[in-house]
């Protein structure tokens, strides 16, 4: 069983400002972990991922993660907010190891509002 | 461009009426899905299949029902459509080497 849990359903910032979005997890085997972004009207795309090897973990538009295995923890974090990073982000876990990645849940997404 | 292909992207249905979205992937992947995404829930997991030839509910699954027509395609199928089913709907694919991809979305207004 795997459940992930985003810590604030709305989190704003102001330009230049740090971005810190919260994820926990829970998972009964090894995780993989992704944080997705959505924009207004579009799909999902692929920010990170955590799958083994260093902890932390490196993506697009400046975004990175550590992956805290003590604090079941998956934070995205972005040293200077952009107007642009405005956007729905979702936290997720799947099963990790063997020869598929398996199912994946989602948390229940941060909206980020970035002001001027 | 490789990826997930899902039709329609719009629909609006009448309660009572059924219809099927179609999930087309051209990646050779082994493992396909389809989730719903509602406001404040994230996306839920209705059914995936993990192999040609298998399908298992996720969580949400009543109401809905799957066919893995092939290795490339994933159907829904919304029988009786209800105005809880209202939504968007993500299919995605996904192997043991790059992760997930999710096609576009189809967004369903049942009134």
């Known amino acids: 069983a795997q459940s992930v849990t985003q810590l604030g359903s709305h989190v704003s910032v102001s330009e230049g400002a740090l971005v810190l979005l919260r994820c926990n997890y829970s998972s009964s085997v090894p995780p993989y972990l992704f944080w997705y972004v959505q924009y207004p009207n579009q799909g999902l795309q692929l920010l990170l991922k955590y799958t083994t090897g260093a902890t932390l973990v490196k993506g697009i538009n400046g975004f990175e993660a550590e992956f805290k295995k003590s604090e079941t923890s998956f934070h995205l974090t972005k040293p200077s907010a952009h107007m642009s990073d405005a956007a729905e982000y979702f936290c997720?876990?799947?099963?990790?190891?063997?020869?598929?990645?398996?199912?994946?849940?989602f948390g229940q997404g941060t909206i980020l509002t970035v002001h001027p | 461009n490789a990826g997930v292909t899902q039709t329609p992207k719009f629909q609006v249905l009448k309660t009572g009426q059924s219809m099927t979205l179609q999930c087309a992937q051209d990646m050779n992947h082994n493992s396909m899905y389809w989730y719903r995404q509602d406001p404040g829930m994230g996306l839920r997991l209705i059914y995936y299949?993990?192999?040609?030839?298998?399908?298992d509910k996720g969580e949400v699954p009543n109401g809905y029902n799957v066919s893995r027509l092939n290795k490339r395609e994933f159907s829904l199928r919304l029988e009786s459509a209800a105005p809880s089913q209202t939504s968007v709907y993500f299919c995605a694919s996904s192997d043991n080497r790059l992760g997930y991809t999710f096609g576009s979305g189809t967004r369903l207004t049942v009134v």
């Open positions: 997720a876990v799947s099963g990790g190891g063997g020869t598929s990645y398996g199912k994946l849940t």
């Open positions: 299949s993990a192999s040609e030839g298998t399908t």
